[in-house]
């Protein structure tokens, strides 16, 4: 990728004016405060570890060089910023990006796993729309963001394949998230997003895994998946639709690559409550049974349980998911709970919740676990059974949960992941070809219309085919392959989804670059979707 002093040039080339066909190559970062609890800040001391400048983002000019021995102080004030530099001089800015060219970019008493807080890249700060504060943004390369994030995301000691398999689901998780709550920026730095904790986090071997995965994507028919992750499935996956909802809707409209998967062949789905039963109440082996989380227990005597799921009640109630809305906010003398509707990993789906003053549905497994809190904590996950014991009137006593999995359970389990690569040898394009259903492993599919589009892959196998869509749109496609021009016919093949056209010759081991040029020498108009498939040469794995 280039020297550190050449990638910083960049930045400031590529805040200035972005490319299209590069802009999946760059990740604006929203970066919290050391609680990880907001955006949003009016005061911050910023330094560099070498010589910095400002630049104006409105004229794009630099306005301030400064030596590595001197810090900056920047205020919100009503309309503007106040940007003190080292008490020598005072700016008024709109909107400004901080870089340094041979460094990095530090806050002041941010500190990241114990250590202050530095950053590859540019630091922009802009506004917020109310004009209380200011965001931070981070802009950086997607290689160096990846970094910073993988392993923040998953122990280091879960091994290479594992790390490459999350380092994968992480770049899909940026250039195909499931919403953008900031139109300033695509991720924030916490679990809101993905945890990214910048350069003084990296690790040698997650480095090694996000630089051998250069360029590749999981995709489906065409398409970047939702590459959701959790810690720990319990040893069963659950489908997207059972997990999640589209706005108010649940069950969500289901996605046929995040479906529900046991680890072993010998698990049967776990709809009917005897089978969540006996699988919850036992320790199978399973793919990420070396998880604290793999099975665990929650108890309350009754005064506990009601005490505990009032807490958060009247936010709760507020996204509709619990009907009808408790009176008052507040729910007491429990009669009964009821597990009304489960996934086929046994995950609750919805729950009833009976009082001496009505029943109440409580549906959504993230809105389940957060309202059955435990000692003020939400439960691990949504997938468990629970045993009531009653007094000799009838009267509950006490409440025990016994249940499996950390997190919501879609996607790929990181335990999971883990003991796949490092307990069964398995590849990352076997991990994640069994996490995620009928996936390809390969480039970003592009559309190809007027400008060329230009990608950098790494694999490890002299091994690909470009994989053409709608190729009846256009008669042939230059594509140049590590400096070798290629064009490939599109004739042919009319009741064909896909035109698959094989380059392994072409191919080296370690990184590689493609460039798709626009069809028929960009006379035609039209436009076809193409991309790198690189997983071909590992079937992908089968549970056994």
């Given at each position: ?23 999946e190559?760059?990740?604006r ?13 009016s ?5 560099a570890?070498?010589d910095y ?5 409105a ?5 301030a060089k400064i030596p590595?021995s001197?810090?900056?102080?920047v ?21 400004f ?8 970019i530090?806050?002041d008493g941010?500190?990241?796993?114990g ?5 590859h890249?540019?630091m922009?700060?802009?506004?917020t ?5 200011f965001?931070i ?9 990846l970094?910073?994030?993988v392993p ?25 998230p ?8 695509d ?17 040698e071997?997650s ?21 959701l ?5 319990g ?12 706005k ?7 996605k046929?690559?995040l479906v ?15 089978n ?9 082996s ?25 807490m ?9 998911f ?15 709970i ?13 729950i009833e919740?009976?009082t001496?003053?009505?029943?109440y549905?409580?549906?959504k ?5 957060r309202l059955?809190l435990n000692?003020?904590?939400a ?18 006593t ?9 997190g919501h ?5 990181q ?8 307990k ?14 009928g ?8 559309v190809?219309?007027e ?34 021009l ?8 009319f009741?064909?989804?896909?035109f ?13 670059e493609?460039?798709f040029?626009?069809?028929?020498r ?7 979707k ?15």
């Amino acid at each position: 990728m280039g020297t550190k002093i050449v990638r910083s040039l960049l930045y400031l080339v590529l805040f200035f004016l972005i490319p299209a066909a590069f802009a999946e190559d760059i990740v604006r970062v929203g970066i919290t405060d050391n609680n990880f609890q907001s955006v949003k800040h009016s005061d911050v001391i910023m330094y560099a570890t070498d010589d910095y400048m400002i630049c104006d983002k409105a004229t794009k000019r630099i306005i301030a060089k400064i030596p590595a021995s001197k810090i900056l102080r920047v205020t919100h004030e009503e309309d503007s910023f106040l940007v003190n530099i080292d008490n020598e001089k005072t700016l008024g800015l709109q909107s400004f990006v901080v870089v340094s060219e041979k460094g990095l970019i530090g806050i002041d008493g941010l500190k990241r796993k114990g250590k202050p807080a530095v950053y590859h890249g540019a630091m922009e700060f802009c506004r917020t729309k109310q004009k209380d504060g200011f965001y931070i943004i981070n802009i950086i390369e997607m290689q160096d963001y990846l970094k910073g994030v993988v392993p923040n995301e998953m122990p280091v000691r879960f091994g290479l394949e594992a790390l490459k398999a999350q380092t994968i689901a992480a770049r899909n998780y940026v250039l195909a998230p499931r919403c953008k709550a900031y139109e300033e920026f695509d991720v924030v730095d916490s679990v809101a997003s993905q945890v990214y904790f910048g350069a003084n986090t990296e690790e040698e071997i997650s480095n090694q895994a996000v630089e051998e995965t250069e360029g590749q994507v999981a995709s489906y028919k065409g398409e970047l998946i939702l590459a959701l992750y959790s810690s720990t499935a319990g040893g069963y996956t659950e489908s997207y639709a059972n997990s999640f909802s589209d706005k108010y809707q649940f069950p969500a409209e289901q996605k046929p690559y995040l479906v529900a998967k046991p680890d072993m062949l010998s698990f049967i789905p776990m709809t009917k409550e005897e089978n969540a039963r006996a699988f919850y109440t036992s320790i199978p082996s399973a793919y990420d049974m070396d998880s604290p989380y793999y099975r665990w227990k929650r108890t309350w005597t009754l005064e506990e349980f009601e005490t505990d799921i009032n807490m958060n009640l009247k936010s709760l109630a507020q996204t509709g998911f619990i009907t009808p809305p408790p009176q008052d906010n507040f729910i007491y003398k429990v009669k009964d709970i009821k597990v009304v509707k489960r996934g086929e990993s046994g995950k609750i789906m919805e729950i009833e919740i009976d009082t001496e003053r009505g029943n109440y549905l409580v549906r959504k497994e993230l809105i389940i676990r957060r309202l059955l809190l435990n000692r003020g904590k939400a439960l691990p996950s949504a997938n468990f059974v629970l045993d009531i014991e009653r007094d000799e009137a009838g009267n509950i006593t006490n409440i025990t949960a016994s249940g499996g999995g950390f997190g919501h359970g879609v996607g790929m389990s990181q335990y999971g992941a883990g003991f796949m690569g490092t307990k069964l040898n398995k590849s990352y394009k076997d991990i994640l070809k069994h996490y995620y259903t009928g996936i390809t492993i390969g480039t970003t599919p592009a559309v190809i219309k007027e400008v060329p589009v230009k990608q950098k892959f790494y694999t490890p196998e002299k091994r690909g085919f470009v994989v053409i869509d709608n190729y009846q749109n256009a008669k042939m496609l230059p594509v140049r392959i590590n400096g070798l021009l290629l064009e490939i016919g599109l004739g042919g093949g009319f009741l064909q989804k896909n035109f698959e056209y094989d380059i392994s010759k072409h191919l080296q081991k370690g990184e590689n670059e493609v460039i798709f040029y626009p069809p028929d020498r960009g006379n035609s108009g039209k436009e076809i979707k193409a991309f790198i498939d690189l997983g071909r040469d590992e079937e992908s794995d089968d549970t056994k």
